[in-house]
């Protein structure tokens, strides 16, 4: 026997979230009849209820509904009968609850849901259909050239709101009905649009009634905007315009204005203001020239002079949809006209692509955080960035390209791709997500009728919304929060993929003749993303791309892509001319272009450092090979010294002249330079990673440079075995293992005459040994010196350039200074003899860390020095807060400080013993030598200051020079500089803020600390 179900259990089935509260409702007096009716009709009420958004949302409003008719016969007729007119009601009751407490408040609307024979759908009425209808239930005959109504005053405005609230309540019908609600969003848009054009004008034919003879002596155009210019509305929004008056029948023009401007504020009161039925929507004209401060309404000629002289990027931008709606629709279009020319050379601006796509940037940062994630139109992945991405695509080139000039969004979008401006593809992707979007965001509208862009996140909410989209698999709430989500990451990737690569469809095979065939169109493509030479780039993409060859093919393919990529940059031309040069060498090589083709990572990570880097650029040209490591993290991992030596000797052992030995060493530095380079300007340069990766291979190339000197001096002095053993001791930023890419190698030499050695020969070789490290590291060749610097040593230049360990112990016990100190703090031994190393460290420490600190007298003196080097050393015309070195706050400031409070504690505190700037800052910080927030002041001086200054090198390829040193002031210098630091586009002014802010502070911790 069959188990009875019960009626809460079947309402639950049907979707109904309070099946009890429902099957309460289905009995009330009021509609029991009606749901016994339509059961014994064969056509269930609770199952057509059921097919609604919100079911419960549907019950409860109709029950209401049938209460306000009194039981009305055509009601319960559409109720009792399955077709179209009730599915229409319900869900229109079912997804709006607005739309429901209108019919509730008057029940015979719902005869305008009904399907009537002859008559056309709703959805493919035109607009002159809409301006007919409008101006008929005010009175006006559409056929007047100044139509002006008879239903007049209050009740005129109450009647084109009520002739609104109709229209939009069977567009919603038919919206909320439809079988495939994304194909037949651009319809629902522009219906709602042309009922807006269509209320304005019945709203000034209102409003030219109250004025003497209709003010048929001025011509009133109102020009749509946005939205309403596009065809393309929601269904709340404020609607955008623009006024253009001109005088008819004799008129001067003071008073046309003055007539127009009476007109213009009549109608946004007609609108917007008080009445007995409820406001439509505020009338927004501050898009007009001046914004609010502008006047409400211009003549044509006046609407020029300010184009021509005054407007700014985006007001062009704006003008794009701009359409004639209501009024004189004649002088609209002569508006629309002389405009156009103005509108579509807008791109001929200076830095129009940088400001449009700046203002995206404004867009997306006007977003409140706590919406970030929720907004629909202006976050990321938002309606925004279609429509701003067709909107540049449209600015750029249908300056040359007539055919692409559509006002409305998807049209637009359409008509990019068929002329190859879009791959066809993508435009059918974004064109896909852009009408889901949309649809989402009418549903979310059409609930209260009230301007909302916020996805909710109350369960209920987004269980209607789902239920009344029923498409691309979404059909309740965590469908929809799961779709939703998607198409916002598949958006924003898109919109990236487009706005910054419109030369050429991202995945499509084009020919050569495809990329040269239009060189006009072309240029415009590179310059709406960034390029500054598109000439030039026309010329590399046509040398790479010509030709049948596979490699000319594969470009083909690579070179879409690589373009935005390149554009991404702040150097897209030198990135694009530097993959050329790389190509040209490694083209032939068959790994290069099929790792970039195949690759998830090598061929974006190649474009980002070549349009970043000036320096990885030129290094590469030198290492082609390294383009291997783009392929994954691994390659590009630091490697130790415990990695590096080995294959150090092995390189050497396979050469046996000296230069040739010194030469696989230096290659091995370059080798590792640039591996650092690579990661630096991949990941924003962070703190310390580089300095140490460019320490090491200084270290390693110090020992491999010693021992083919050792071996060469030996051999020189006719000695069959090294008549001392030898020590590099490192110093400066060599020894503290904060080499940047700039350094030199500061270094003391140390040598031990072995047992038996003549003295003098021995000093004679460790001299030679001495100058041939020197030599063969910092002399030319075909690798990039290394300049080792001893000047450092006792006596500076004036002494000997080695001492025998003896020599040193004596020298410092008489003479050593406190400079001599503190420089010995960063000594560290890192070539030669490990007895010798150990011995040495184990003189000088007693030296560097003296257990009872240091006299006043040596404390003054440091300071006296101190002093002297920021007045005399710093270069002329560099302004001190500039110099990342020697200003105030830079690099200096902090080491001085650091290394006088380890000259003062270091003897009791051993924790403070370490050549490195920023351990011994920490470890005064644990000593509670200075405070956290000195510390942190300190250091994050310290680190800017040094990732600035590796990003100087990074960017523009210079390793020496004073420049390297100085926060730059050239704009485009600094915005290279700021963007490998990780900046976003135009951030250099940010960057320099805070640099200048952080050594700042950092210089009032060095005054409290160092001279107090």
Same mark, same amino acid.
């Given at each position: 026997?069959?188990?009875?179900? &019960? ?150 405005? %109450? ?18 009905? &439809? ?27 209102? #409003?030219?009634? %109250? ?26 929004? $404020? ?44 009338? %927004? ?7 609010? $401060? ?7 000629? &006046? ?32 508006? +629309? ?19 449009? =796509? ?7 940062? !006007? ?20 429509? @701003? ?11 040359? $390209?007539? !055919? ?40 979310? =509208? ?21 239920? &009344? ?16 989500? =998607? ?10 993929? /487009? ?48 030709? /049948? !060859? ?15 990529? @390149? ?126 990766? /460019? ?33 590099? +001791? ?23 005459? *072995? ?13 030679? #040994? ?90 003054? *003196? ?15 015309? +560099? ?22 409070? =380890? ?49 100087? +090198? ?25 963007? /490998? ?26 005054? *409290?600390? @160092?001279?107090?």
């Amino acid at each position: 026997m069959a188990r009875e179900v &019960s009626a809460a259990s079947r309402l639950r089935r049907l979707g109904f979230a309070a099946p009890a509260r429902a099957e309460s409702l289905l009995a009330e007096p009021a509609l029991a009849p009606v749901v016994a009716a339509a059961e014994a009709a064969d056509a269930p009420l609770p199952e057509a209820l059921g097919r609604a958004a919100d079911p419960d949302l549907a019950l409860l409003t109709l029950l209401r509904l049938v209460e306000a008719s009194d039981g009305g016969g055509d009601l319960t007729a559409v109720l009792t009968s399955d077709g179209p007119h009730r599915d229409r009601l319900l869900a229109v009751l079912g997804a709006s609850s607005a739309l429901g407490d209108m019919l509730v408040a008057r029940p015979g609307d719902v005869t305008l849901l009904a399907e009537r024979d002859g008559e056309v759908p709703v959805l493919d009425l035109t607009a002159e259909d809409e301006r007919e209808r409008a101006l008929r239930a005010v009175g006006a005959d559409h056929r007047d050239a100044v139509p002006v109504a008879t239903v007049t005053g209050a009740e005129g405005v %109450d009647t084109l709101r009520r002739t609104y609230r109709r229209r939009i309540l069977e567009i919603a019908a038919a919206d909320l009905t &439809s079988p495939d609600p994304l194909a037949d969003l651009p319809k629902v848009a522009a219906a709602v649009a042309d009922v807006v054009a269509g209320a304005l004008d019945a709203a000034l034919a209102v #409003v030219r009634a %109250d004025q003497p003879d209709g003010a048929r002596g001025v011509r009133l155009a109102v020009l749509g905007m946005g939205k309403t210019g596009g065809r393309e509305l929601n269904y709340i929004s $404020d609607v955008d315009v623009v006024y253009v008056v001109e005088p008819a029948g004799g008129t001067e023009e003071g008073d046309a204005l003055a007539v127009g401007t009476r007109l213009a504020a009549a109608l946004a009161r007609a609108c917007a203001g008080p009445s007995g039925e409820p406001a439509l929507w505020p009338l %927004d004209a501050n898009l007009r020239p001046e914004g609010k $401060d502008g006047p409400l309404v211009r003549t044509l000629a &006046s609407h020029l002079a300010y184009y021509e002289r005054w407007a700014k990027a985006w007001e062009f931008q704006a003008l794009l949809k701009a359409r004639p709606v209501a009024g004189d629709l004649a002088l609209g279009e002569a508006y +629309v006209e002389a405009l156009a020319p103005m509108v579509w050379s807008a791109v001929e601006r200076e830095h129009f692509v940088e400001d449009a =796509q700046a203002m995206r940037r404004r867009v997306e940062d !006007t977003v409140p955080a706590q919406h970030a994630e929720r907004q629909l139109k202006l976050g990321k992945g938002g309606l925004r960035d279609v429509e @701003f991405t067709v909107q540049l695509l449209q600015m750029v080139h249908g300056r040359t $390209d007539e !055919t692409i000039r559509s006002r409305t969004t998807l049209q637009g979008l359409a008509q990019l791709a068929r002329a190859g401006y879009v791959g066809r593809d993508h435009a059918e992707e974004l064109g896909h997500h852009y009408r889901f979007l949309r649809a989402l965001e009418h549903r979310i =509208q059409l609930y209260r009728l009230r301007r909302s862009h916020l996805v909710p996140t109350d369960e209920a909410d987004l269980r209607r919304l789902g239920r &009344s989209l029923r498409t691309d698999g979404v059909d309740g709430a965590e469908s929809l929060e799961e779709r939703w989500r =998607q198409v916002r990451r598949e958006v924003r990737h898109l919109h990236e993929e /487009i706005f910054y690569r419109p030369l050429l469809p991202l995945t499509a095979q084009l020919s050569a003749q495809d990329v040269v065939l239009a060189p006009a169109a072309a240029r415009a493509r590179l310059a709406a993303i960034g390029f500054h030479d598109p000439a030039g780039a026309i010329r590399h993409i046509a040398a790479m791309t010509e030709g /049948i !060859t596979r490699r000319a093919a594969i470009q083909r393919q690579l070179l879409p892509v690589m373009l935005g990529w @390149f554009a991404q940059g702040p150097e897209p031309d030198s990135g694009l001319l530097s993959f050329r040069k790389l190509s040209e060498t490694m083209g032939t090589t068959h790994w290069y272009l099929k790792l970039l083709r195949d690759s998830g990572a090598a061929a974006e990570r190649l474009a980002h450092l070549l349009s970043h880097s000036r320096y990885v650029a030129a290094s590469l040209a030198t290492l082609p090979e390294a383009v291997r490591w783009l392929d994954g993290d691994d390659e590009l991992a630091p490697r130790t010294r415990e990695v590096l030596e080995p294959e150090l000797l092995a390189l050497q052992s396979r050469r046996a002249e000296p230069v040739p030995g010194v030469m696989v060493a230096r290659y091995l530095r370059r080798r590792e330079l640039l591996r650092a380079g690579i990661g630096d300007v991949l990941d924003a340069v962070p703190d310390g990673r580089s300095r140490a990766m /460019i320490t090491t291979a200084a270290d390693v190339a110090l020992a491999g440079a010693l021992r083919v000197a050792v071996a060469e001096a030996t051999a020189e002095a006719g000695l069959s075995e090294p008549p001392s053993r030898y020590l590099v +001791v490192a110093m400066g930023r060599l020894g503290g293992e904060e080499m940047s890419y700039a350094s030199d190698a500061d270094v003391l030499f140390v040598h031990e005459p *072995e047992p038996g050695a003549d003295p003098e020969t021995a000093t004679r070789t460790a001299v030679a #040994v001495a100058s041939k490290v020197r030599g063969l590291l910092g002399e030319g060749g075909g690798e990039p010196p290394l300049a080792v610097d001893a000047d450092l040593r006792p006596e500076g230049r004036n002494g000997p350039m080695t001492r025998t360990l003896s020599a040193y112990a004596e020298y410092y016990e008489r003479w050593v200074e406190p400079w001599e100190r503190q420089a010995l703090l960063r000594a560290r031994p890192v070539a030669g003899d490990d007895d010798l190393a150990r011995r040495f460290v184990a003189l000088v420490d007693p030296l560097r860390y003296p257990a009872e600190g240091l006299t006043e007298a040596e404390l003054r *003196e440091l300071r006296r020095i101190k002093a002297r080097v920021e007045s005399e050393r710093m270069p002329r015309g +560099v302004p001190p807060t500039r110099h990342l070195k020697l200003g105030r706050g830079g690099l200096s400031d902090v080491e001085w400080t650091v290394q006088l409070l =380890q000259l003062r504690h270091a003897g009791r505190v051993p924790e403070l013993r370490t050549t490195s700037t920023t351990r011994a800052l920490h470890a005064l910080h644990e000593a509670g030598l200075v405070s956290a927030e000195e510390a942190a002041r300190l250091d994050g001086a310290w680190q800017l200051a040094s990732r600035i200054r590796d990003a100087i +090198v990074l960017g523009t390829g210079r390793t020496t020079g004073a420049k390297i040193d100085t926060l730059p002031h050239e704009a485009v210098e600094l915005e290279v500089v700021a963007r /490998i630091l990780g900046f976003p586009p135009g951030g250099r002014l940010d960057l320099e803020e805070e640099y200048l802010r952080r050594a700042r502070r950092a210089r009032t911790v060095v005054d *409290e600390l @160092f001279y107090q």
